[in-house]
C-alpha cells in the first residue's frame, strides 16, 4: 500500500512538472508575442517616418514635374490652383503684381497685338499706347 502511495504521489510529481513546463512555455511564448508586438510598432512607426521623410525631399531631386504633382497632391488641389496659393502664401505683393500685370494685357490686348505686329515688320522697338484704368475706391 505505502508502494502504491508513493507511486501516486511520483506520478502527481511528474503530472505538476509537466504543467509547470506548460505554464513555462506558455510564459515564454506570452513574452516572445510581447516583444514581437514591440518590434511590429517600431517598424510600423520607422516606415511612417520614412515615408512622411520621403514625401517631404524626395521630389526635391527627381526629375520634371513630380515636385508639382506631389505639391498639388499634398494641398488636393489642381496644379494652376495649388500655384496660385503657393505664390500667395510666399510673396503676397508679387502675387498682387502679377494679377495687376495680367489685368493690365488683357485690356489692352488688342492694341498690345497691333504694337507687337508693328514691331516685327519694323524688326525694332515700337512704343505704343494703352489704357490704364483708374484704381478702384
Known amino acids: 500500500m505505502l508502494a502504491r502511495q508513493t507511486k501516486k504521489v511520483s ?8 504543467v509547470a513546463a506548460d505554464v513555462g512555455d506558455y510564459l515564454r511564448s506570452a513574452r ?12 510600423g512607426g520607422a516606415g511612417l517616418v520614412a515615408g512622411i521623410l520621403l514625401t517631404l ?28 496659393s503657393l505664390m500667395q502664401s510666399g510673396s503676397p505683393g508679387g502675387w498682387r503684381s502679377l494679377v495687376d500685370a495680367s489685368n493690365l494685357v488683357r ?22 499706347t ?8
Request: glycine fraction near 8%; proline fraction near 3%.
Open 11 to 18: 506520478d502527481g510529481g511528474e503530472s505538476l512538472e509537466r
Open 107 to 128: 485690356a489692352n490686348q488688342e492694341a498690345l497685338r497691333a504694337c507687337a505686329g508693328a514691331a516685327a515688320k519694323a524688326k525694332k522697338e515700337q512704343r505704343c
Open 57 to 84: 525631399f524626395l521630389p526635391r531631386v527627381l526629375a520634371g514635374s513630380v515636385d508639382m504633382a506631389v505639391a498639388s497632391t499634398a494641398m488636393n488641389a489642381y496644379r494652376w490652383n495649388a500655384g496660385i
Open 130 to 137: 494703352i489704357n490704364v484704368a483708374a484704381p478702384a475706391q
Open 32 to 43: 516572445l508575442r510581447q516583444e514581437q508586438d514591440w518590434w511590429l510598432w517600431g517598424g
